[in-house]
């Protein structure tokens, strides 16, 4: 019976912790928003594979905005192929550090830089 309890208590101690919303640090992202540049820091940008699509400019952006997008593209949600790989690869607090990072500018601050 002491097992089982033990067992409850740390599973919901677990769940808690999963509950919790990752909150994003904006220096954090200073690592990872150079692969974001290429495309979101040109104004007007279109990349052209597979199809047509129009780059937004990310500066601005609201952080949970950037968090949904980032995990529709993880899930499939969202169908450009580039996208798809660079979100596979960032974890929970990339997603929060980098939306964290773009909210905080705002649509004529250059990418690299904060305000």
Do not use: W
Request: glycine content about 8%; some cysteine.
């Amino acid at each position: 019976m002491k097992k089982l309890l033990t067992m409850v208590v740390l599973g919901a101690a677990a769940t808690a912790a999963q509950a919790q919303e990752v909150k994003g640090n904006v220096d954090a992202a200073k690592d990872k928003v150079a692969m974001c540049i290429g495309c979101h820091g040109i104004p007007g940008y279109r990349a052209s594979f597979p199809e047509t699509y129009e780059v937004p400019m990310l500066g601005g952006q609201s952080a949970k905005y950037i968090e949904n997008a980032l995990k529709g593209y993880q899930k499939g949600e969202r169908k450009h192929p580039t996208m798809r790989a660079i979100a596979a690869s960032l974890t929970e607090q990339d997603i929060a550090n980098l939306a964290a990072y773009y909210s905080q500018q705002n649509a004529e601050t250059k990418p690299n830089s904060l305000k």
